[in-house]
T-cell receptor, first 114, second 119 residues
Framework: DTGVSQNPRHKITKRGQNVTFRCDPI?????LYWYRQTLGQGPEFLTY????????KSRLLSDRFSAERPKGSFSTLEIQRTEQGDSAMYLC????????????FGPGTRLTVL | AQTVTQSQPEMSVQEAETVTLSCTYD???????LFWYKQPPSRQMILVIR??????QNATENRFSVNFQKAAKSFSLKISDSQLGDAAMYFC????????????????FGTGTSLTVIP
């Protein structure tokens, strides 16, 4: 068990550019979550996958945001036409099967939009 | 939607002393889970302790224990014998216990309490 990993750890981009983040969950976990965390705030839910199916999306997830989990393993989160307000830490978490499983978080990707 | 409130933005404790972090939540559900997560500076979030709402007994994990008051919708974290490594941001979180196919999978987090441990 190597834990949840995320790449890159830091991303600096110019406004208007597209960025993509990757999350590799714990290998036996079938559920994957994306959160956004801004300074001084707790994480806010963005979206949730069970295997390859995207089952929940927050209203926070505008049309510029898209997430995929094509084979039910790793996931990508893409932000198109980035805006300065997108600057935040993007956290990925995974959990195993069953109702009582806890989410385990990755180290996050810190996005800075200039 | 469920809300989680942490009314203490910052707390401090002397090393080896005990500190209690407060958390309240609002929900109409009867079956749910509550969590405390620790996020050290520039490091990832780590689970500290978990409580199932249907259990009356308060959860404990070594030096960490909770005071779960379901009727009052309160879920405080007590850290005993505080250590320098306990310094971090602590987040209280709520998760519904609805079946996985419903909307109960996301966590709702509070705004966090920054804990400083004084040597």
């Amino acid at each position: 068990d190597t834990g949840v990993s995320q790449n890159p750890r830091h991303k600096i981009t110019k406004r208007g550019q597209n960025v993509t983040f990757r999350c590799d969950p714990i290998s036996e976990h079938n559920r994957l979550y994306w959160y956004r965390q801004t300074l001084g705030q707790g994480p806010e839910f963005l979206t949730y996958f069970q295997n390859e199916a995207q089952l929940e999306k927050s209203r926070l997830l505008s049309d510029r945001f898209s997430a995929e989990r094509p084979k039910g393993s790793f996931s990508t989160l893409e932000i198109q036409r980035t805006e300065q307000g997108d600057s935040a830490m993007y956290l990925c978490a995974s959990s195993g099967r069953g109702r009582t499983d806890t989410q385990y978080f990755g180290p996050g990707t810190r996005l800075t939009v200039l | 939607a469920q809300t989680v409130t942490q009314s203490q933005p910052e707390m401090s404790v002397q090393e080896a002393e005990t500190v209690t972090l407060s958390c309240t939540y609002d929900t109409s559900e009867s079956d749910y889970y509550l969590f405390w997560y620790k996020q050290p500076p520039s490091r990832q979030m780590i689970l500290v302790i978990r409580q199932e709402a249907y259990k009356q007994q308060n959860a404990t994990e070594n030096r960490f224990s909770v005071n779960f008051q379901k009727a009052a919708k309160s879920f405080s974290l007590k850290i005993s014998d505080s250590q320098l490594g306990d310094a971090a941001m602590y987040f209280c979180a709520y998760r519904s216990a609805l079946p996985a196919s419903n909307t109960g999978n996301q966590f709702y987090f509070g705004t966090g309490t920054s804990l400083t441990v004084i040597p």
